[in-house]
């Protein structure tokens, strides 16, 4: 009989870290509410938001679509959030509130963006996912995509998080 892999165990956040991180994304990160950022999927191996469009986020008067700025920023946010998952998912022995704060030092190093296609839509949704977490520095890959599913930007993203 040959030796299997085992299977990888499925990590289930209590609810008291899912509130937590999401009133830190959506609430204490003010400019997260300037972008409409609502998280809309917490999993370790990836998270997933969504934007609504509305006037204040147009880039282009004439297409109305989104701004760059609001899509670098958004995906940002995102590699910052999956960051945050991934951190809470290594220390899982910690108490909500312990994991919580570990977040304090989290910042963007190097960012990159590449815009495929205009954002023009009613809603956008964006995914996240980490690369590597070491103990001082994360690597992401992001992606912004229209309501359609159409892939319009993606990213990567390196953070300090000691």
């Given at each position: 009989?040959?030796?299997?892999?085992?299977?990888?165990?499925?990590?289930?956040?209590?609810?008291?870290?899912?509130?937590?991180?999401?009133?830190?994304?959506?609430?204490?990160?003010?400019?997260?509410?300037?972008?409409?950022?609502?998280?809309?999927?917490?999993?370790?191996?990836?998270?997933r938001?969504?934007?609504?469009?509305?006037?204040?986020?147009?880039?282009?008067?004439?297409?109305?679509?989104?701004?760059?700025?609001?899509?670098?920023?958004?995906?940002?946010?995102?590699?910052?959030?999956?960051?945050?998952?991934?951190?809470?998912?290594?220390?899982?022995?910690?108490?909500?509130?312990?994991?919580?704060q570990?977040?304090?030092?989290?910042?963007?190093?190097?960012l990159?963006?590449?815009?495929?296609?205009?954002?023009?839509?009613?809603?956008?949704?964006?995914?996240?996912?980490?690369?590597?977490?070491?103990?001082?520095?994360?690597?992401?890959?992001?992606?912004?995509?229209?309501?359609?599913?159409?892939?319009?930007?993606?990213?990567?993203?390196?953070?300090?998080?000691?």
């Amino acid at each position: 009989m040959t030796p299997t892999a085992a299977a990888p165990v499925a990590i289930e956040f209590e609810a008291e870290f899912v509130a937590g991180l999401t009133k830190v994304f959506e609430e204490l990160i003010v400019f997260n509410q300037v972008l409409g950022l609502k998280i809309t999927s917490l999993k370790p191996g990836q998270v997933r938001a969504r934007i609504d469009m509305k006037h204040d986020l147009v880039g282009h008067y004439a297409y109305n679509r989104v701004h760059g700025g609001v899509i670098s920023a958004g995906l940002d946010a995102m590699g910052g959030l999956a960051v945050m998952v991934a951190i809470g998912a290594r220390h899982m022995d910690e108490s909500p509130a312990q994991r919580l704060q570990r977040f304090s030092k989290l910042g963007t190093i190097d960012l990159r963006v590449d815009y495929l296609r205009p954002g023009i839509g009613e809603w956008f949704e964006l995914r996240a996912e980490v690369m590597r977490l070491g103990s001082r520095v994360a690597s992401t890959r992001m992606e912004f995509l229209g309501a359609d599913g159409k892939l319009l930007s993606t990213a990567s993203a390196a953070y300090i998080v000691s």
